[in-house]
């Protein structure tokens, strides 16, 4: 099955700077790319997304990219504020579904203003 | 988001009990899911389905039952609970009609197994 890892799992940035946070999968057969935003006591969000035939994708001031040779992607943060502040999870489906989807562990960022 | 509910939103059992964890939506998502959170190892799924009479297992439905007893209503029940049943769980929906894969989230059920 799929196998996808996550890195940092804990990350601290100044207000202001970039964060950017690294999963690799297992299976060339994977197609979709989700990333999820957890804030505390709340349950997960689904805050950008991207799909195998694209390379990258931006909304405001997070992207996504994905390297399919290496079988990489990354989530990008420009200009972090204190509400950035939660626990993020990557994805990745082979099928574009969620029967079949396998989280990353998870990363912890921390904004410090 | 209010309109997936969890209830209750925490519960502390003891080892061999029988408990039930509820899930219901206003969305009108025709498909349901139970995830499983353990610090350090992500979400993992443990049954999904996709209208009332379609029922699935996922990843780790092993210990687990579910019930759909109506397109809004999806219950989870642990039939006699182990303490590494322990862990935060969370309901979520989707409909790749309207919201393609996009899943929504409960606020989750912190479960305590002693």
């Known amino acids: 099955g799929e196998n996808v890892e996550q890195h940092p799992s804990t990350l601290s940035v100044q207000e202001g700077d970039s964060a950017v946070i690294k999963c690799t999968y297992s299976d060339s057969a994977s197609n979709y790319f989700p990333w999820y935003k957890q804030e505390l006591g709340k349950g997960p969000q689904l805050i950008i997304d991207?799909?195998?035939?694209?390379g990258e994708k931006k909304d405001q001031r997070i992207a996504v990219t994905l390297n399919k040779t290496a079988k990489h992607f990354s989530l990008h943060i420009t200009e972090t504020q204190p509400e950035d502040s939660a626990v993020y999870f990557c994805?990745?489906?082979?099928?574009?579904?969620?029967?079949?989807?396998?989280f990353g562990t998870g990363t912890r960022l921390t904004i410090i203003p | 988001d209010a309109d997936v509910t969890q209830t209750p939103r925490n519960r502390i059992t003891k080892t061999g009990k029988r408990i039930m964890l509820e899930c219901s939506q206003t969305?009108?998502?025709?498909?349901m899911y139970w995830y499983r959170q353990d610090p350090g190892l992500g979400l993992r799924l443990i049954y999904y389905?996709?209208?009332?009479?379609?029922?699935n297992k996922g990843e780790i439905s092993d210990g687990y039952s579910v019930s759909r007893q109506a397109q809004a209503k999806f219950s989870l029940s642990l039939e006699s609970a182990i303490p590494n049943q322990t862990a935060l769980y969370f309901c979520?929906?989707?409909?790749?009609?309207?919201?393609?894969?996009?899943?929504?989230f409960g606020s989750g059920t912190q479960l305590s197994v002693l």
């Open positions: 969305k009108g998502h025709d498909r």
């Open positions: 979520a929906t989707s409909d790749p009609r309207r919201g393609g894969e996009k899943l929504f």
């Open positions: 994805a990745a489906s082979p099928n574009f579904g969620n029967e079949k989807l396998t």
């Open positions: 991207i799909r195998s035939n694209v």
């Open positions: 389905s996709f209208d009332v009479k379609d029922i």
